[in-house]
């Protein structure tokens, strides 16, 4: 079956980086887009960024551009994403999804998610 497990998480302060980690199982990982998206308690969630299936193609959230990045391994079935310069308003649950197949963009509809791993940045 499918399976989404990220990693990386922590706590950390204003400014520092994390990378986190997603490893994907169950299915043809480089045949799909995958996501990352977070979700803070009582907050919408927010798209952070897309990636093809090739890992060509990136996009992001406005608030992540020109501090995250996505990127992938096809190789070894794992998405990544980069974050550098930390916010206290980073602060939130990070998952990763599988997009559903063919689609692709910041509002593409995901089909399994991983449980998350929670990012807090503050002082």
């Known amino acids: 079956q499918v399976q989404l497990v990220e990693s990386g998480g922590g706590s950390v302060h204003p400014g520092g980086s994390l990378r986190l980690s997603c490893a994907a199982s169950g299915f043809a990982f480089s045949d799909y887009g995958m996501t990352w998206f977070r979700q803070a308690p009582g907050k919408a969630r927010e798209t952070v960024a897309v990636i093809s299936p090739d890992g060509i193609r990136t996009d992001y959230g406005d608030f992540a551009k020109g501090r995250f990045t996505v990127s992938r391994s096809n190789a070894e079935n794992t998405v990544y994403l980069q974050m550098n310069d930390l916010r206290p308003d980073d602060t939130s649950l990070y998952h990763c999804?599988?997009?559903?197949?063919?689609?692709?963009?910041?509002?593409?509809?995901?089909?399994?998610r991983g449980p998350g791993t929670q990012v807090t940045v503050s002082s």
């Open positions: 999804a599988r997009l559903m197949f063919g689609r692709y963009g910041l509002a593409a509809p995901y089909e399994y």
